[in-house]
């Protein structure tokens, strides 16, 4: 009989780990208790105990004795647990990778993305100077659609409101505070995450808040801008069905093409730059 076959533990659940462990040891132990009593010319096996002690006390060199096999199935039973729990953490680990699912980053940048969107749909083509007035108020309307790199789409709707500052003397543009009122609907927008495709929708839809401090150059941002969102996003994928509540503050870099989150994902602390 190959004995490796009792020793094969291959399962891509903890479940499978653990009934294919027991069905091997109870297999392999039943095996050696029939080697055992094959070893016995004792009809009556319920002196097995004598003629085991008389085996043990009798053994030859380069006999297999019934305590030679009792060590040697000792010793492979242990073999045989170490690969079983071996293999069982490796489920776990697995079970483990996989509900993690997606990456939060990559699903973060996407919902930052869709608010830039909108911010930039908001105020382009709009001029921010207006001759004869040293500080003038901000409040336009913003409708923007992103759509999803592979299908689906992420709609902004709100207002910017604001400040904007004007040089009495030059009439040049000396920068503003602009406040964000958006919210950002989202359907069915798919997006690649590690190579395999995840489909995000609003549960029921993100918040989004912000304080932007504009640069003179109306293209820049200060060191105090930054975002809010807060919501739920249902995601899914290969193995992956998951409600992700967010509550993040994203403090904005210079050119507003990313910037540092902080706050909770999923109910999990985050402090990351991007």
Do not use: W
């Not at 039943?30 to 009556?44: E, F, T, W």
């Not at 000792?74 to 996989?98: N, R, V, Y």
């Amino acid at each position: 009989m190959d004995r490796g076959k009792f020793l094969t533990v291959s399962c891509c659940r903890e479940n499978v780990c653990y009934l294919l462990f027991i069905k091997s040891l109870t297999n392999f132990t039943n095996y050696h208790v029939n080697q055992i009593l094959i070893l016995s010319p004792i009809v009556n096996h319920s002196n097995l105990n004598t003629y085991t002690n008389s085996k043990i006390k009798t053994k030859k060199c380069g006999v297999s004795t019934v305590n030679t096999d009792k060590t040697r199935m000792t010793k492979t039973l242990l073999l045989l647990f170490i690969i079983a729990l071996t293999a069982m953490m490796g489920c776990k680990k697995d079970k483990q990778e996989s509900s993690s699912g997606v990456d939060n980053k990559v699903l973060i940048n996407e919902i930052f993305k869709a608010g830039m969107t909108g911010y930039s749909s908001g105020i382009s083509g709009k001029s921010l100077i207006k001759s004869g007035e040293s500080s003038y108020p901000i409040n336009v309307s913003v409708t923007s659609t992103t759509q999803g790199p592979e299908g689906g789409t992420i709609q902004v709707l709100g207002s910017i409101t604001g400040t904007m500052n004007i040089d009495d003397q030059t009439g040049s543009f000396l920068g503003g505070t602009l406040l964000l009122g958006l919210t950002e609907t989202i359907s069915d927008y798919a997006f690649l995450c590690n190579g395999q495709k995840f489909i995000m929708n609003g549960a029921p839809y993100l918040s989004l808040t912000g304080t932007f401090t504009v640069q003179p150059d109306g293209a820049s941002f200060g060191t105090a801008s930054s975002m809010h969102f807060g919501g739920g996003v249902q995601v899914t994928g290969p193995e992956f069905d998951q409600t992700i509540n967010l509550d993040i503050t994203i403090i904005l870099n210079t050119n507003g093409t990313g910037g540092t989150v902080s706050g909770t994902i999923g109910g999990d602390q985050v402090n990351y730059t991007f």
